[in-house]
């Protein structure tokens, strides 16, 4: 029997997460959750489900993908977990840190699968290096992309560097020991473009750009370490490694499985939910990037 997922939030996201939910054979799409009763139906009736007007109204489910704007993701969790659904919520995990380390404390008291949206950590590229040793000396990220009047309510911090700041926590594993960091605000009330030089207590230098005004997009990540480069582009989902091996520079283009990041994040997910295993970015995780990107915008 399949899992029942509803979906809260109707907006761009919550769309692509009710498009791909509802093509799926190991879940069904239960509903569509949002205030906005003419976004709300629209998406529901695309799908032939029922729309709901908040999150109380929904009948009891399996789960529900929380993909509001990230000002409601503390409530709504928080609101989801007491009606004991599993939880998935899109990035950033919450607001502020303050309210991450709330919904930890909720979760611990419960026996459900709480796991944050980090789609990156499922991008091709980024999975193509898993059979590799990964040991960075220094990391450079670019994420560009052009303005889009969408998830203004929080810095591009919290919209788009947030992504990099959880690879490289993941990548490295290691504590971030100093920050530098500099940004503007051009088009919003928050800095919408802003460059950030982290170090890492093992010695790992990352040098990140975020930036939601730029005329083309650009996801790269670039890492360096001892013989070896390697060239993530997030955005094409390839992957080229440059190793130093008997004096010569070998280039490899690793074969990139294609596969769509988001309905991967979902399988993953319901994984969590059906079998136990434990959620692959997990709410501590999520919490953690929050932490450093707060870190980071309180030097702007």
């Not at 907006?11 to 009763?37: C, F, Y």
């Not at 950030?196 to 790269?220: D, E, W, Y």
């Not at 070998?250 to 959620?279: C, D």
Request: hydrophobic share 45%; net charge negative; aromatic share 6%.
């Amino acid at each position: 029997m399949s899992s029942s997922i509803a979906i809260v939030g109707a907006g761009h996201l919550g769309s692509i997460h009710a498009k791909l939910l509802a093509q799926r054979t190991d879940a069904t799409l239960a509903g569509i959750v949002d205030p906005n009763e003419a976004q709300g139906r629209a998406v529901a009736e695309l799908h032939g489900v029922p729309w709901y007007a908040h999150l109380d109204a929904l009948p009891d489910v399996d789960g529900v993908i929380i993909a509001a704007p990230t000002t409601y993701h503390h409530a709504l969790t928080l609101r989801s977990l007491e009606r004991g659904f599993h939880t998935f919520i899109e990035k950033p995990v919450t607001a502020t840190y303050d309210e991450s380390i709330e919904l930890m404390a909720a979760a611990a008291t419960v026996d459900r699968v709480v796991q944050v949206g980090h789609v990156e950590r499922f991008n091709p590229a980024v999975r193509a290096i898993a059979p590799y040793n990964i040991e960075p000396k220094f990391i450079e990220g670019h994420r560009l992309a052009p303005f889009k009047p969408r998830a203004i309510d929080v810095s591009v911090v919290h919209d788009l560097m947030i992504h990099d700041i959880d690879l490289l926590l993941w990548l490295t594993k290691s504590e971030i020991v100093a920050i530098q960091a500099t940004g503007v605000a051009v088009l919003t009330d928050t800095p919408d473009i802003c460059n950030a030089r982290l170090t890492f207590a093992n010695g790992c230098v990352a040098n990140l750009t975020a930036s939601r005004i730029s005329a083309k997009p650009m996801r790269k990540l670039r890492i360096f370490q001892k013989d070896t480069y390697i060239s993530l582009d997030l955005g094409a989902g390839a992957m080229e490694m440059f190793r130093l091996v008997d004096k010569q520079i070998l280039m490899e283009t690793p074969a990139v499985e294609p596969v769509n990041a988001i309905a991967e994040e979902q399988r993953s997910f319901i994984e969590s939910m059906t079998s136990g295993v434990p959620a692959a970015v997990t709410l501590r995780e999520g919490a953690e990037a929050v932490r450093i990107a707060e870190q980071i915008e309180a030097l702007l």
